[in-house]
């Protein structure tokens, strides 16, 4: 029976760069980072999470989409943050590249989507505080 999303992959043609934007700029931890026989394995998470980023390397002729347009769709990362207006001035002074000048409010509570340096989507969301 199913009992954990373990890992998703993000395409990178960098590893390097995108593991120092994911840590560095983001604030998630890696936590492996070693070369295997199909190339180097490197993931990332959220600290205290089991679902964890794997950074492919993944060369950009082979069909990552670098140009898709940023409004059309969630990125395949969704994030969660507690105060995402709050976060959102820390991580764009950490370099993060946004497609919108600040969050947006939506009914299921604030998003904003962001750029990592391959051009990958990332969907940063906070969800709606429970009115009381």
Known sequence: MLT?????????TDQDRAL????????????????GPDGRFVTVGVPGSTVQIILW???PSAGQPVAAPADVAPGPI???????????????????TFTQS????????????????????????QQRRAEG
């Open 4 to 12: 954990n999303i373990m890992y998703v992959t993000i395409y990178v």
């Open 20 to 35: 120092a934007f994911y840590t560095e700029a983001l604030g998630m931890e890696k936590h492996v980072d070693y070369a």
């Open 57 to 59: 390397s993944h060369a």
């Open 78 to 96: 969704i994030l969660e943050f507690d105060d995402l207006r709050r976060d959102f001035e820390v991580l764009r002074e950490r370099g993060v």
């Open 102 to 125: 600040e969050p947006e409010d939506y009914p299921f509570g604030v998003r904003v989507e962001a750029v990592d340096p391959d051009g990958n989507r990332i969907s940063l969301r």
